[in-house]
């Protein structure tokens, strides 16, 4: 094995090939099919392993079957050079003839370095988004609400960030720049960056207020200045809200801090007035026996609060109609609930009214009489 690696001067393996050796042509070689055969191995291996670790499909498509590639290319580059890398230190220790020209031999290992963290960059870039699946696979009703997704945006926007800081550390060592040197400029122009980066670094604390006070959360309908809609993520930087025309406003996060924030979603309550017209002629025991039919039918649904400060009562008496003021509260946690719960409710005063023989006031038949 030893004459393999140091051939003699006039053996076959001492041949040289456009500045290169036989023996290092070779090993060239075989490091690039080894890396070849280890990257399909690795994308065929993974996805099977880990579906034995992971039961959620989501996760295991996420985390492999989508990225199956960039484990590949990551497994076939690191094996490349270790072994490239290994053959190196064994010829400047003299034990083989593995030899590289100079600028070949600095870029090669560089490369395959590059290859390497580039590749687990993009792989965990990917597997952020399994945060979401994670939670929800935790979560005891499977449900995510508001406050979750609100940190589960939160979790994945803070992971990304770090995923590309500490990925271009390992991806500029790759490409040769000192980091020792890169640190310390870093330092030195801190104070130029900062001021540059100000308004990144304004949404960074916008971000961070927003999480810690929680004015708002995903899914909430929110007021801010002459936005109105709802939450559908909150990042890092900015706040998306989709408006009730279906656009999608980004606001940075920064505008947050000073800015009033109306949240409708925080509501305990939802108030509801409205004003029945009940025809002039109107017996006053119908209207009367009536109106306590209504607060009766609000005092025993199961959707309404403060009951004491409910009424239905006569509020005016015009020449035209005799008006009926409505006050309750309901106990609902979305506009599309309080919705159909109006108009269930409402149906329920049509039948009332209808039971009490009342009329509602109509224009066109006082104009025709």
Not at 51 to 63: C, G, H, V, Y
Not at 227 to 243: A, D, K, P, W, Y
Request: contains cysteine; negative net charge.
């Amino acid at each position: 094995m030893a004459n393999i690696f140091q051939p003699s001067a006039d053996s076959f393996w001492s041949e040289q090939i456009l500045g290169l050796n036989y023996l290092t042509v070779a090993l060239l070689t075989g490091i690039l099919l080894l890396a070849i055969v280890v990257r399909f191995i690795t994308m065929w291996v993974a996805p099977k392993l880990l579906s034995k670790i992971i039961r959620s499909d989501s996760i295991q498509s996420k985390a492999v079957k989508d990225s199956d590639k960039a484990l590949g290319n990551a497994a076939g580059a690191g094996i490349a050079m270790y072994v490239l890398n290994t053959l190196i230190k064994l010829h400047e220790e003299g034990q083989n003839d593995f030899s590289l020209p100079g600028i070949i031999e600095e870029l090669l290992p560089n490369l395959l370095q590059f290859i390497l963290a580039l590749s687990l960059v993009l792989w965990a870039f990917r597997l952020v988004s399994i945060v979401k699946d994670v939670v929800q696979l935790f979560d005891k009703d499977g449900e995510l609400d508001g406050s979750e997704l609100t940190l589960i945006s939160a979790v994945e926007s803070l992971l990304r960030f770090l995923i590309i800081a500490i990925g271009s550390v390992f991806i500029a060592d790759a490409l040769g720049f000192n980091l020792t040197s890169l640190i310390a400029g870093l330092g030195i122009s801190g104070l130029a960056l900062a001021l540059a980066a100000k308004d990144t670094i304004s949404n960074l604390f916008g971000a961070t207020t927003v999480l810690l006070d929680r004015p708002f959360k995903v899914g909430d309908w929110i007021i801010i200045d002459s936005v109105e809609g709802e939450v559908m993520e909150i990042s890092l930087r900015t706040t998306h809200i989709r408006t009730s025309m279906d656009t999608v406003v980004t606001v940075p996060n920064a505008n947050l801090v000073n800015t009033p924030i109306e949240n409708f979603g925080k509501r305990r309550w939802r108030r509801w007035q409205s004003l029945l017209h009940l025809d002039l002629n109107s017996n006053p025991e119908d209207v009367a026996t009536f109106c306590d039919g209504v607060i009766e039918h609000i005092k025993s649904s199961p959707i309404t609060l403060k009951h004491e400060s409910s009424w239905c009562q006569v509020s005016a008496l015009s020449a035209q109609s005799l008006d009926i003021s409505l006050n309750l509260y309901w106990d609902v946690a979305g506009g599309s609930t309080e919705r159909e719960e109006k108009e269930k409710f409402l149906l329920s005063v049509m039948q009332l009214a209808k039971e009490k023989k009342l009329k509602f006031f109509d224009a066109r038949m006082m104009q025709n009489s």
